[in-house]
């Protein structure tokens, strides 16, 4: 059944330890928007991607995914992008079978003949097909990305979720990472989430932001949900400054 | 040459030596890549105290080790989780609380020296049907978990993104860690508690640098851990050298032979 809404939240309430991550946060996002996450550090932006993979357990409100509970989503349905600061670049891996990972959901013995097709046509879009054979521990961060990328469309998902992704890549490694999710979102019917500290960079490309503090600040078309007054509540100081100088990036916005 | 494949005893050392190494090389990669390599002393030390307490109670070493040395992994295992604390300050303070368990139970038996230098330094002599029956046992069961080495090896590469593809991670780390202490207790005999950890990380680490992918990795450091186990017993009998120490001394030289051919490589 075609659901209008790949996400809603009703009253989320996050508690990690002591620590209140995310307090009756209300969202409805539409099938198929390029939605990006943005606030301040800690604001608790990766523990909602992290509500929605299923990874965290709320206190209170519900969460519903494709009209289901994260438990009960189709592990094909849904694609995580972690940070690739994060990885363990001494696996010894090679881009094939990282992404053929992603079509299997387990790391492959021997890559079927199956699966590499599949890890070579998704590297194919990321423009990575090079990268096949290479191993994970000789690629730049940029390379690492789009093979991370292909990963994730290998399965064909209806929901992306990617974790600062531009963290860690060069400008020319960020553009490329918004052509291929630009393309991408383009030809399918994709919902994806992005959580960014660029927000000068990701309004170009979503069609709708999120202003997250822990609440929800606002939430809708890029250019409205992100306009100075909101900025202001959620940074606390006039982030339209930084955002119309084209200067700052990468950084803590 | 041919003589000592005769004697029972060293028939006995050879198939728990290599079955043990078999095992514990397989499981060595797990260990490896996610830094968990002293985690194999810290298991030793459990299993240390585990026989010591055996010894105390006038009980068959194995039937005492096993459970003592699989509740410490579990409790090894829980406290990391809920605790935050980092695995090697986990795995130190259970070490220790092991180590010093040992010390005690074996202060309490009138005439313990013998056995505990058999525990600590492996004595192939001490090695009996009912080790190499562990052995096999401990070796049937990572045959097994084979099935289990994608799901593995993908936690391994990335715990969060195992987790968001509803892997059963927790319960997979729980499960290694008992099957690596019931795996270390079955290999103290041959190799003896100091040395033990050396079975589980040299061979990954060696296989590490030669490689390219996981599964190859895997591959390499069984062949490489049983090679050294069996070339490492027969010298040993043959030198007159402790057991232990002559498998572990291969293992090295094996290791520093990877580096090289590593470096011959990269150069």
Redesign the interface.
């Known amino acids: 059944m075609y659901n209008m809404h790949a996400i809603v939240t009703t009253g989320l309430t996050v508690n990690l330890g002591i620590h209140r991550a995310l307090e009756g946060v209300d969202l409805r996002v539409e099938t198929g928007s390029f939605v990006v996450i943005t606030g301040p550090n800690g604001a608790g932006k990766s523990t909602l991607l992290r509500v929605i993979l299923g990874l965290v357990h709320f206190s209170t409100g519900s969460v519903q995914v494709f009209g289901k509970p994260p438990a009960q989503v189709s592990r094909d349905a849904l694609a995580y992008v972690p940070q690739i600061k994060t990885l363990d670049r001494s696996f010894p891996a090679l881009s094939c079978e990282l992404v053929a990972s992603g079509f299997c959901h387990r790391w492959p013995w021997r890559v079927s003949h199956q699966a590499h097709s599949a890890a070579v046509e998704a590297l194919e879009l990321v423009g990575g097909v090079h990268l096949a054979h290479r191993p994970l521990s000789e690629l730049s961060g940029g390379e690492l990305q789009r093979v991370y990328l292909a990963r994730a469309l290998v399965r064909e998902p209806s929901l992306i979720l990617l974790d600062e992704p531009a963290t860690g890549i060069d400008m020319a490694g960020e553009s490329d990472m918004y052509r291929i999710l630009d393309d991408y979102h383009r030809h399918r019917t994709v919902t994806i989430l992005m959580v960014t500290h660029d927000a000068l960079a990701a309004q170009y490309h979503a069609s709708h932001a999120l202003l997250l503090n822990r609440r929800v600040i606002s939430y809708g078309p890029a250019r409205e949900a992100l306009a100075a007054e909101q900025l202001g509540q959620a940074f606390g100081h006039g982030m339209h400054t930084h955002l119309n100088c084209d200067c700052e990036r990468g950084g803590d916005v | 040459m041919s003589e000592l494949f005769s004697l029972a005893f060293m028939q006995r050392a050879l198939i728990a030596g290599v079955l043990t190494a078999l095992t514990a090389g397989y499981y060595g990669v797990f260990v490896v890549?996610r830094g968990l390599s002293f985690l194999g002393s810290g298991l030793a030390h459990a299993a240390f105290g585990g026989v010591a307490l055996a010894l105390l109670l006038n009980q068959e070493p194995l039937w005492v080790a096993v459970p003592f040395t699989v509740i410490v992994a579990l409790l090894i295992t829980w406290v990391r989780e809920r605790s935050g604390l980092g695995a090697d300050t986990v795995i130190g303070i259970f070490f220790a609380l092991a180590m010093a368990l040992g010390i005690v139970f074996l202060s309490r038996i009138p005439t313990y020296a013998t056995d505990a230098f058999a525990i600590l330094f492996g004595s192939i002599l001490t090695v009996s049907w009912a080790d190499v029956t562990a052995a096999a046992v401990v070796t049937g069961v990572a045959l097994a978990t084979l099935p289990l080495?994608?799901?593995w090896?993908?936690a391994?590469?990335?715990r969060?993104?195992a987790?968001?593809?509803?892997?059963p991670v927790r319960r997979d780390d729980y499960l290694l860690s008992v099957l690596l202490a019931v795996t270390v207790v079955a290999a103290a005999k041959v190799v003896g508690i100091v040395l033990i950890s050396a079975f589980l990380v040299i061979p990954a680490a060696a296989a590490?640098l030669v490689?390219?992918?996981?599964?190859?990795?895997t591959l390499t450091a069984v062949v490489f851990g049983a090679t050294a186990a069996l070339a490492g017993l027969i010298g040993s009998y043959l030198l007159d050298l402790p057991s232990g120490a002559t498998i572990i001394l291969l293992q090295c030289l094996g290791f520093v032979g990877c580096l090289v051919v590593a470096w011959l490589k990269n150069h």
């Not at chain 2, 987790?163 to 892997?167: E, G, I, R």
């Open positions: 890549q080495w994608g799901n090896a993908y391994t590469f990335d969060e993104t987790l968001a593809d509803k892997l590490r490689t390219r992918r996981f599964s190859a990795m």
